[in-house]
């Protein structure tokens, strides 16, 4: 019978025909179990063209097999990451980052300490790392802003809002109607300063503050007009901050309300520098109303862009004033969806994503046009050519996208979303390149925000449970981080079981000691 010899990684594979290889294990339909499914397919033929297909197809093994132990409650977990790991050194696949993030996150966990008065998880609203990369800073939904050293979660500084929000007297007047939604002193957004000294908040409480992070002390609070609005004679007050950024230079501070309206605020001065008034109307409600979820500065300082829950996302020019730019769908002709457009600029401020339900979108500022659409789909394409791909119920039903951002060299786009994953995009083709799921329930988790750390080398993000992780999620790092926590190799009885001696046995990882 003719072998095929594959060089991987410096490592010979022998592999037998290629018919023998796809019936090797059920390899044309692999069942992980009851629950996870995961179906690989052959689309084009059953002969093997190329060294690249055969290692495409070992490696999708390996981490189909990681998966299958990793999900079993009484098998060896060490076992399932050493197999991820080989799958990972023969050609990197998201679903055997996904079995290493799976058992490793829990040690890069940052604790969340809890209510004072209550046994919930303050739920997180914001996060906001600083711009050395040491300090990660949550807002929060009970009126708190954490800020946590980043290497150890231990707790720098904790500020709570204080006071009362000016409010009109109800009980007084029948036909007032006042709107805040939220807790009333609800942390919404916060932001770093770039020089990391201040932190700007926005919350529920209609106010827009600048915190010294060394003290904790406030130095500025600014608010916004309160927007009225009469209909069937009752007057609706409609207060509250849900969006604020600082401009690169760190003179400005844009806000978004939840009455639609858009402020750009002088820091020195105190005052209002420019404001857009909430946008002609729709029908209020005490139930309904157009926030603006998310504003942002260009890194240029050129532009401030806003996502609206009017699904629009509009970017104004900070020296004309004007708007530039008004998107209300993608190119693929789907409706702006999201309820909570997250939005973002590249790092050469060219580029904007946006969150568009499933979707994330990307625009380009100079020809006006949508450059890339990524979705937020159930498939797994781990392939790049496209001939294989792994379809599974890894993850929740399909949910809308609630944060996007670039990586600092902006080759990287990553998204968080309700679907319960944060995924990295390549930001010039669009290919998903490693998913993070979050272990929360799978039918009502969700991951609430998602960024970079500064060296590009974790993501932070948090979830519906108030929980920050950190997450390794390149390959190398991957691989590195495993090989020095687990605390053996495989065993030769254990090789032969899961490869049938298709590759030479080795060290996996070779710090540790093999028989």
């Known amino acids: 019978m003719k072998n095929i010899k594959l060089a991987v990684g410096g ?12 019936s090797w294990r059920g390899l044309t339909s692999v069942a992980v179990s009851n629950e996870y499914r995961t179906q690989i397919y052959a689309l084009e033929t059953a002969q093997a063209k190329n060294d690249l297909e055969i290692k495409q197809l070992l490696a999708l093994q390996l981490a189909s097999q990681a998966h299958e132990i990793n999900i079993q409650q009484n098998s060896d977990h060490v076992v399932g990451v050493l197999l991820a790991v080989q799958s990972m050194r023969i050609l990197p696949t998201i679903e055997a980052a996904q079995v290493i993030q799976s058992n490793l996150h829990t040690w890069r966990f940052l604790p969340v300490q809890k209510n004072v008065d209550e046994d919930n998880v303050r739920i997180i609203n914001a996060i906001a790392l600083s711009p050395d990369g040491k300090y990660i800073a949550s807002g929060r939904v009970d009126g708190t802003i954490l800020i946590q050293e980043l290497e150890t979660g231990w707790e720098i500084i904790q500020i709570k809002l204080g006071g009362k929000k000016p409010s009109v007297d109800v009980a007084a007047n029948s036909n007032v109607y006042w709107m805040s939604p939220g ?6 957004s916060i932001a770093f300063s770039p020089d990391g000294k201040y932190i700007v908040s926005g919350s529920a409480d209609n106010t827009v503050r600048i915190w010294d992070v060394a003290n904790g002390q406030e130095i500025l609070r600014m608010i916004p007009d309160y927007y009225t609005e009469t209909r069937n004679g009752i007057t609706y007050y409609i207060s509250g901050v849900a969006s604020v950024a600082f401009s690169p230079d760190g003179k400005y501070i844009a806000s978004g309300g939840t009455d639609g309206s ?36 260009s890194p240029d300082g050129q532009y401030v862009a806003m996502g609206n829950t009017d699904r629009v996302v509009r ?4 020296q004309t004033q004007r708007e530039v730019v008004s998107i ?10 999201s309820s909570e457009n997250s939005i973002a600029f590249s790092p050469d401020s060219r580029y904007l994503a946006w969150g568009n339900g499933i979707e994330v ?4 500022i100079v020809v006006e046009q949508e450059v890339l659409i990524m979705q937020h789909d159930h498939t797994l394409y781990s392939i790049q050519q496209g001939q294989y791909s792994v379809e599974d119920a890894w993850t929740s039903s399909i949910g809308t996208v609630n944060s996007v951002t670039y990586s600092a060299d902006g080759r990287y786009i990553l998204s968080a979303s309700d679907d319960n994953t944060a ?10 390149i490693s998913r993070i799921v979050h272990d929360v329930d799978r039918y009502t988790g969700s991951v609430r925000f998602a960024i970079f750390s500064t060296d590009g ?6 979830d519906s449970l108030g929980q920050l992780n950190l997450w390794l999620w390149k390959p190398d790092d991957l691989i590195a981080e495993a090989c020095a926590h687990i605390p053996r190799n495989l065993t030769r009885e254990e090789w032969t079981k899961y490869t049938d001696d298709m590759i030479l046995y080795q060290a996996i990882c070779p710090n540790l000691p093999i028989e």
């Not at 020195?268 to 729709?282: D, E, F, G, I, N």
């Not at 995924?423 to 998903?432: C, L, N, P, S, Y």
């Open 183 to 188: 807790e009333e002193n609800s942390v919404n």
């Open 457 to 462: 080398k974790y993501v932070i993000s948090s």
């Open 315 to 318: 970017v104004w020019d900070m």
């Open 328 to 337: 209300d769908s993608c190119e693929s002709g789907a409706p702006l969806l």
């Open 423 to 432: 995924r990295i995009w390549d930001a010039v083709t669009g290919q998903e």
């Open 361 to 364: 979108c990307v625009w380009d």
């Open 11 to 22: 490592l010979f594979v022998t592999t037998v025909l290629f018919s023998l290889f796809l």
């Open 262 to 297: 858009l402020y750009v605020w002088d820091v020195s001065s105190k005052k209002t520098l420019a404001k857009v008034s909430p946008l002609p109307k729709r029908d209020i409600s005490p139930y309904t109303m157009y926030v603006v979820q998310s504003v942002i500065f």
